[in-house]
Nanobody, 115 residues
Framework: QVQLVESGGGLVQAGGSLRLSCAAS????????MRWYRRAPGKQRELVASVRSGSRINYNDSVKGRFTISRDNVKNTVYLQMNSLKPEDTAVYYC?????????WGQGTQVTVSS
């Protein structure tokens, strides 16, 4: 069973930055895709960013130019660098790993952006 542990969330003022980390127990190199999702209060979960095994990267339009997803295959860790944070970015952020047809989820990390 793949274990995912997110970290790096917290409280930050608008315009600030945070870097989220997702440490995987298994090799992320073997994963079909690694993704970051988020769920804001009163809203449905939405995809923030994804990176596939072929290194194709996609971003939610709302975070393009501000967020960057990256992988460290040696450390088996996926990162989400978040810059120019806005109050609308406030949400619980979840790491997702897809291995074949199976999806694994982390426990989530809270990001709160104050105005």
């Amino acid at each position: 069973q793949v274990q995912l542990v997110e970290s790096g969330g917290g409280l930050v003022q608008a315009g600030g930055s945070l870097r989220l980390s997702c440490a995987a127990s298994g090799s992320i190199f073997s994963m079909t895709a690694m993704r970051w999702y988020r769920r804001a209060p009163g809203k449905q979960r939405e995809l923030v960013a994804s990176v596939r095994s072929g290194s194709r990267i996609n971003y939610n339009d709302s975070v393009k130019g501000r967020f960057t997803i990256s992988r460290d295959n040696v450390k088996n860790t996926v990162y989400l660098q978040m810059n120019s944070l806005k109050p609308e970015d406030t949400a619980v952020y979840y790491c997702n790993a897809e291995e074949y047809s199976t999806n694994y989820w982390g426990q989530g990390t809270q990001v709160t952006v104050s105005s």
